[in-house]
């Protein structure tokens, strides 16, 4: 081999080694953004769906205190968020779902509460206790939910 080849082909994989390099530093970083971006959409997307279901099954849950026939349009509602929720959220925080609206269910079978007696509820905290679970495994379950 002529010794004049020797440095041009040095230079030649120089240039290859730290051209590879720079795509292989550049891919990586779009990648490790790009699954940022994802993770902060997904959660964006179950926050607006958990939020929807906490104010849908608190006036669900207000109103059967209050009556003794349900609201069919409610009770739809409700469900459709479930729905939604069971496509992005764990089994758990499905079962907290359907257990705030079974409780909501029940209590439309119990006598309704008289005006003192839902201000009796509101000053002992319980009102709010049906979706306590529920808000609680969606923190849980948000707070899993981070980049790599």
Not at 104 to 130: C, V, W
Request: glycine residues 4%.
């Amino acid at each position: 081999m002529n010794s004049t080849y020797l440095p041009a082909i040095a230079a030649l994989a120089g240039s290859a080694v730290g051209g590879l390099t720079s795509f292989m530093a550049a891919w990586f970083t779009q990648h490790r953004q790009d699954h940022a971006i994802r993770v902060a959409q997904d959660r964006a997307r179950r926050q607006k769906v958990y939020g929807k279901f906490i104010d849908e099954a608190s006036k669900l849950y207000a109103d059967s205190l209050i009556h003794d026939k349900a609201e069919v349009a409610a009770l739809v509602s409700v469900y459709a968020l479930i729905s939604r929720m069971r496509v992005v959220s764990s089994v758990a925080v499905i079962e907290k779902a359907e257990a705030v609206v079974r409780v909501s269910i029940d209590t439309y079978f119990a006598p309704n509460k008289t005006f003192p007696e839902f201000r009796q509820l509101m000053n002992s905290h319980l009102l709010g206790e049906p979706l306590r679970a529920f808000s609680e495994e969606c923190r849980a379950e948000l707070n899993n939910i981070q980049p790599r």
